[in-house]
């Protein structure tokens, strides 16, 4: 009976056939054991056995064993490879540009294929991104949960929630907000080798383009991607802890967010959303044309936008209730907004036109895209209606 392979099949042989990075590291010290240096052994057993990066990493700190007589694949390559070894060098150079290892070295005559050493391998290429996670994220993580409890701690704040949710749910959950920051901790994956964080909750295909995610059966983890780099990792982390809350109590309820950034359509994960994702260009031209002509800007940044959303909004997330919230909160922490000011047009300028660059400002704008161009001060208006209560159009003040 013959039986097809079935690809996950053949990604387990290929793992199983694959040489370990310990082997790898043996093949290195029986190289340059003895008299000479065999190339050859060294470079089939990187192409072989050294599938990328982190790989690299994991060999090149078996080095510090000392069996090789270096402490580094980088001290090794210097101290075994003379001036007839250009070509090998080349070869061993290629491989590791290939696996995003920054790595350069010297030629006394490319022409002659002469090496005269300098090879060098960029410090950061070394980092595994886990543990650039484990340097980067604790600070920051301490960051957004202080600016959490400093603005549920504000008398607006409170005042807000009371107002809308009543003082008997205010008792309730208002303690509950803090008791979860306060416990919040992070954990780490890697996108590409990765099914699950620590057993803790499963990576789907969806987290592994996500920077950060939490999860409602593990209310006390906030899982980072750490194979992407995140610019705005601050901002990213005060997203999360929103999701956080908001699993404890919707102090903004689904048809208060709806009613700023969504408009009946498509279903998401349940919930109606809408997002306008049904309107093309030829519909929102005179909308462009008349919001453009408002705000003093080239109708051409509005078309580039438009077009750009409608790519990106591949499955309503743009216009997602949660999201959107999470993104306000993630804004006001970027224009350090204070309890009681508003999100104003002026700070969001230079994002609609292509001057800087931000995540969450960018998905606010994808959904005002898709909705069509609403007037931009009618949407901030309502945003900052879900911040706190009722606010003048025209400033930052706080209306009681």
Not at 337 to 352: D, F, L, R, S, V
Request: charged share 25%.
């Amino acid at each position: 009976m013959k039986i097809l392979i079935t690809e996950s099949q053949y990604k387990v042989l290929l793992e199983q056939s694959k040489p370990s990075v310990q082997s790898v590291y043996n093949d290195i010290v029986s190289a340059v054991s003895g008299i000479g240096t065999e190339p050859d052994k060294i470079i089939n057993s990187i192409s072989m056995g050294i599938a990328d990066k982190n790989e690299f990493i994991t060999l090149n700190k078996l080095f510090k064993d000392g069996k090789t007589g270096y402490n580094s694949f980088e001290k090794m390559i210097n101290g075994e490879f003379g001036v007839n070894n250009y070509n090998d060098v080349k070869e061993i150079f290629d491989l590791l540009i290939k696996r995003d290892i920054n790595v350069t070295f010297g030629s006394g005559n490319q022409t002659m294929n002469y090496y005269n050493g300098g090879f060098k391998i960029d410090p950061k290429s070394l980092v595994h991104p886990l543990d650039a996670c484990k340097t980067k994220y604790p600070q920051l993580l301490e960051q957004a949960k202080n600016w959490w409890i400093k603005w549920l701690s504000s008398p607006i704040t409170k005042q807000k929630f009371i107002k809308k949710n009543g003082e008997k749910d205010f008792k309730k959950y208002y303690p509950q907000f803090f008791e979860a920051i306060k416990k919040l901790k992070l954990d780490y994956y890697l996108d590409n080798s990765e099914k699950s964080v620590g057993n803790k909750t499963e990576i789907d295909d969806r987290l592994q383009t996500a920077y950060a995610f939490v999860d409602g059966y593990t209310p006390e983890y906030v899982y980072v991607n750490c194979s992407l780099n995140d610019d705005d990792a601050l901002e990213t982390l005060v997203h999360e802890i929103q999701h956080t809350l908001y699993n404890i109590y919707h102090y903004n309820d689904w048809t208060d967010i709806g009613n700023v950034f969504t408009k009946k359509g498509e279903s998401y994960h349940g919930y109606t959303i809408g997002g306008g994702t049904s309107l093309e260009m030829k519909d929102v031209i005179p909308q462009i044309n008349k919001i453009s002509t408002q705000l003093g800007i080239s109708p051409n940044y509005l078309k580039n936008y438009f077009k750009f959303a409608k790519d990106s909004n591949t499955d309503g997330y743009a216009c997602e209730h949660t999201e959107s919230m999470s993104r306000i909160m993630a804004m006001r922490k970027t224009f350090n907004i204070k309890p009681g000011q508003n999100i104003t047009y002026e700070m969001i300028k230079p994002y609609i036109t292509g001057e800087k660059e931000h995540g969450e400002i960018g998905w606010i704008l994808i959904c005002w895209a898709l909705n069509g161009f609403e007037d931009i001060n009618l949407l901030l208006n309502k945003m900052n209606k879900l911040v706190y209560q009722d606010t003048k159009p025209t400033d930052n003040t706080r209306l009681t």
